[in-house]
């Protein structure tokens, strides 16, 4: 990275993504990427919880790692250390491979390992970004492999700083008294975010969505009922499925990690109660 003048543009970029984490639970690993051409790993990763002293310390020893090694790019050790060491159940993982080159393995080990993320990861809270920082580092073969994948993408840019948005994805509609649903996220905001509707499904095609837009605060969308029903049921489930559109750079990456919403659609109304006084 430093023969090709990516090193400091990729090494602020990681220290900003590093300071912008603001929960402290949060668990950092930097895994630097340097090998000989034995393969055998020669940096340690570096860990912290993100805290204000634990971020602190790791972007010290960022910008302390030595940059006159002669590495070679096997991108299967830093995958199967992920894949072994740093996904547990009980929390969500991301994981960001950044490389400038292209994998020089010999065997491929790196593509049979992403071949398997979806069987490994693809209903879990687990997602990754195959970030490739230059021209150089683009693998058509590798991002065939990804597009078949759940929860992984490419990323071509040395800007780490991606908007993840993670939408509520649960709710109940109640068809006689709401006429929009707002889908606020959890994670991540949409200012510069564009979506749009992949497919809907709905048990006994009863509800469908008229219209659809994204605001500042979420996406909202009118849920309608399909004409020709002649008995409506008290509930049903709709799913609706979306997808970013991919932005300019300019405006930045935006990520949706998951982007299927559950709407119970309810067809009742609210009883209510009167109180009389006298």
């Known amino acids: ?8 543009k990729v090494r602020d970029n990681l220290k900003k993504a590093i300071d912008n984490v603001s929960d402290e639970t949060t668990e950092l690993f930097v895994i630097p990427f340097a090998f000989d051409k034995q393969t055998a790993p020669k940096l340690s990763p570096i860990f912290a919880n993100a805290t204000e002293s634990g971020k602190s310390m790791i972007m010290s020893k960022i910008d302390a790692l030595p940059m006159n090694k002669n590495t070679m790019t096997y991108h299967y050790v830093p995958i199967e250390d992920f894949y072994n060491k740093r996904v ?10 950044m490389t ?4 020089e393995d010999a065997h491929k080990r790196a593509m049979t390992q992403l071949q398997k993320w979806t069987s490994r990861y693809g209903n879990k809270n687990v997602f990754g970004f195959y970030v490739e920082l230059c021209d150089e580092a683009t693998n058509s073969h590798i991002e065939k492999v990804i597009e ?3 929860h992984l993408w490419t990323v ?28 606020k996220p959890e994670i991540g905001n949409l200012s510069k975010c564009n979506i749009e509707v ?17 605001t500042n605060e979420g996406i909202v969308a009118c849920i309608v009922a ?5 008995n409506m049921p008290e509930t049903a489930t709709m799913t609706l499925c979306l997808r970013p559109v991919l932005p300019s750079q300019s405006n930045g990456y935006t990520c949706l990690v998951n982007n299927k919403i559950y709407i119970k659609c309810i067809n009742k109304k609210e009883r209510t109660l009167k109180i009389r006084f006298e």
Request: hydrophobic share 35%.
């Open 88 to 97: 547990a159940n009980d929390r969500i993982t991301y994981m960001f491979l």
């Open 148 to 150: 078949r994948q759940e």
């Open 1 to 8: 990275m430093v023969t090709n003048g990516l090193w400091e």
């Open 100 to 103: 400038d080159g292209q994998d």
């Open 156 to 183: 071509k840019t040395a800007d780490v700083n991606i908007n993840l948005v993670r939408l509520h994805n649960n709710f109940v509609f109640n068809i006689r008294n709401e006429k929009e649903l707002m889908i």
């Open 198 to 214: 992949m497919n809907t499904s709905c048990e006994g095609n009863c509800y469908k969505i008229s219209s659809f837009r994204v």
């Open 226 to 230: 399909n004409k020709g029903i002649a």
